[in-house]
């Protein structure tokens, strides 16, 4: 950044200690908006002119020559968008997510810990929730550096500590969630977790800095460790709400409210699993104590097809992530899964299995 290497040279050149001084005692909120600008710059990367239908020499000139703050706005959402498509389809990462989602499988198998980092007895993945309190502890630092003035030094750098105990939990959890994913998920989930590194890594030497007496320097590196944050913050963005990451994978799924045909009560055996589709929705039928039941195919984690996993004590495996669901009501046994399956009602006609949405799977949403 280039406002932190002009600062950087401030602090660092001896022959300019006057200057350091002086501006230690000046504002900093100037240096928030120049970061902020600058990051705002790398995420709003142009868009190539031709392709939004400027494709003339002239018209490109003129677009070239147009202030940031008078172009198309849908020009640098686009840009937006493909650079995470970029890193979405760039194979080049998988060389190191892979292998390191692969250890984060075999680190935290199925299990109590999982569950914990997961979220599975929270209802939802613990991660989003976690990662309030670094962005909070670190924001309300730089405000305190912006505003505060001397006195709220020593508060201003023991949110900073705050912020860097409590990433390491958020980071545990978010590497948790991260070993499930699939191939575009992985790649934006690795560069997002580059981008948290490197801002945990730039807050932790602007606490050392501020603890050597090197306060200029620290909050220059505050401001490059919040640049970072908001790059990764972005992408933690495209994960939940572009790629659905950490959604449950029914929650838009729309089973009949009225009693609907699905399969012939034959051909659902007590020690297997069914498939059938009613209303466009996928569902797993077996047998449970005799009496035929009926779990919504897709698990809640993921997605998998749960009709290709294994049935086990009056559960059902998801053959992904072995998350395991209860036949009976579709409640968690083990997860990683965070909610529950949802659960049909069932009766049978005339040799025919008939399914309908649970009443109280609907109040439940």
Request: hydrophobic fraction near 45%; aromatic fraction near 4%.
């Amino acid at each position: 950044m280039v406002v932190a290497v002009v600062v950087g040279l401030l602090t660092a050149v001896p022959g300019l200690a006057d200057v350091r001084r002086r501006f230690e005692h000046a504002s900093v909120g100037w240096l928030l908006l120049a970061i902020a600008a600058e990051l705002g710059s790398v995420l709003s990367y142009r868009r190539p002119a031709g392709q939004l239908g400027l494709g003339t020499p002239k018209v490109r000139a003129m677009a070239e020559r147009t202030p940031l703050s008078k172009r198309d706005p849908r020009e640098n959402q686009m840009s937006k968008q493909e650079f995470v498509t970029r890193i979405e389809q760039a194979p080049l990462l998988d060389r190191l997510a892979d292998p390191l989602t692969a250890a984060v499988r075999n680190a935290l198998p199925a299990g109590p810990l999982k569950d914990g980092l997961s979220g599975t007895w929270l209802g939802h993945p613990l991660h989003p929730l976690l990662t309030d309190v670094p962005i909070g502890a670190w924001t309300s630092s730089l405000m305190l550096d912006a505003v505060g003035g001397r006195e709220s030094r020593r508060a201003a750098d023991r949110l900073i500590a705050i912020g860097i105990l409590a990433a390491l939990p958020t980071a545990a959890t978010g590497i948790a969630d991260w070993g499930d994913t699939q191939p575009k998920e992985r790649r934006v989930g690795l560069v997002h977790a580059v981008a948290n590194t490197t801002a945990l890594a730039l807050f932790s030497g602007s606490l050392l800095a501020r603890r050597r007496g090197r306060r200029t320097r620290g909050i220059v590196f505050s401001l490059a460790g919040a640049g970072a944050l908001g790059a990764g913050g972005y992408l933690g963005g495209h994960l939940t709400f572009a790629l659905g990451l950490g959604v449950d994978r029914t929650a838009f799924a729309s089973p009949p409210t009225d009693w609907t045909d699905a399969i012939a009560e034959n051909d659902v055996s007590e020690s297997e699993l069914a498939h059938a589709t009613v209303n466009g929705v996928g569902a797993v039928l077996t047998r449970y104590e005799g009496e035929v039941v009926a779990l919504a195919d897709r698990c809640t984690h993921r997605g998998a097809p749960l009709h290709e996993g294994t049935l086990c004590d009056g559960a059902i495996v998801c053959p992904w992530h072995q998350s395991i669901f209860r036949l009976a009501d579709g409640t968690i046994v083990q997860g990683p899964a965070t909610r529950p399956a949802p659960r049909f009602e069932v009766r049978v006609r005339a040799g025919r299995v008939e399914l309908r949405a649970a009443r109280q799977l609907s109040s439940a949403r």
